[in-house]
């Protein structure tokens, strides 16, 4: 069952980069330590990428849709550039996905041996990312958790009280 799933979650999630095309991802910023998320949040995700005294400060700002691959790829991501030790998640989270809940569960709960994250509201909740990925990234990364915030100041401040 879970493998036809994917496989029909790999369908959909090729047909939508057909017909939302999303322009940017990500953005690299100048700083190491901080990686922000703004969920589902295109406006804010350009606001931020915008603001430079912000991007000066963050290793990378970026969008994270889905409850499983895309949360694969932010603990790729935080494994593989070790400096990252703060993740600040804000902006709407989605109603379908839910991403939002589930990378606070996951910080929170861990996952199961088998890869579903613990107490996650998220329809398909499970990550590729192995056992112990999850367990350094849990123990490195502080995740902050400003959803639904949208408030680009009240966001730098944040991020500022993290750099002091």
């Known amino acids: 069952m ?11 999630g090729e047909i939508c980069k057909f017909l939302i095309p999303i322009k940017q991802e990500y953005y690299k910023g100048d700083g190491s330590k ?7 949040s ?25 409850e499983n691959k895309g949360i694969d790829k932010i603990i790729n991501y935080c494994i593989a550039n ?8 804000c902006g709407k989270d989605g109603h379908g996905h839910r991403a939002g809940d589930s990378i606070i569960a996951l910080s929170e709960n861990g996952i199961t041996r088998e890869g579903k994250i613990i ?11 192995p ?3 999850v367990v350094i990234f849990r123990d490195r990364v502080t995740i902050h958790n ?6 680009l ?3 730098k401040s944040y991020v500022d009280g993290i750099i002091q």
């Open 2 to 12: 879970i493998f036809i799933y994917k496989k029909i979650e790999n369908c959909i």
């Open 34 to 40: 901080i990686a922000i998320c703004t969920l589902s």
């Open 42 to 66: 295109m406006k804010l995700l350009t606001e931020i990428s915008n603001d430079t005294r912000l991007m000066n400060n963050v290793a990378i700002v970026g969008r994270l849709l889905s």
């Open 82 to 89: 070790k400096e990252i030790v703060h993740l600040v998640v």
């Open 119 to 129: 107490k996650s509201k998220s329809p398909y909740p499970h990550l590729d990312s």
């Open 131 to 133: 056992y112990e990925d």
């Open 146 to 151: 400003l959803i639904e915030e949208m408030d």
């Open 153 to 155: 100041n009240r966001i």
